[in-house]
Nanobody, 124 residues
């Protein structure tokens, strides 16, 4: 069992930066690929970033590539999402998720555990 708790969300202006954190419980954090997803009202949950177990490989959709950076600290059981140059259309609830996988999955069904989400609101 892995419990995930996100933090760091808030209200920012367009062009600002924000750093999200996700703290994981348990001693098996290093066995999981970690991903970030987001969901806006009335829309499906979409992939934002993923990092492999040891932090050596990442993947992003084109919409955030070059602006968002995912990282992890296995000693602290924490994964981060640095978001720069935020846009109003990126307003959403951001979720952290854990996948028991050696790969870097990008679809929700590959993830075993989810956090409760943190709200990010970007004003224009």
């Amino acid at each position: 069992q892995v419990q995930l708790v996100e933090s760091g969300g808030g209200l920012v202006q367009a062009g600002d930066s924000l750093r999200l954190s996700c703290a994981a419980s348990g001693r098996t954090f290093g066995n999981y690929a970690m991903g970030w997803f987001r969901q806006a009202p009335g829309k499906e949950r979409e992939f934002v970033a993923v990092i492999n177990r040891i932090g050596s490989n990442t993947n992003y959709p084109d919409s955030v590539k070059g602006r968002f950076t995912i990282s992890r600290d296995n000693a602290k059981n924490t994964v981060y999402l640095q978001m720069n140059s935020l846009k109003p259309e990126e307003t959403a609830v951001y979720y952290c998720a854990a996948a028991f996988s050696s790969q870097i999955p990008t679809i929700t069904s590959r993830y075993n555990y989810w956090g409760q989400g943190t709200q990010v609101t970007v004003s224009s």
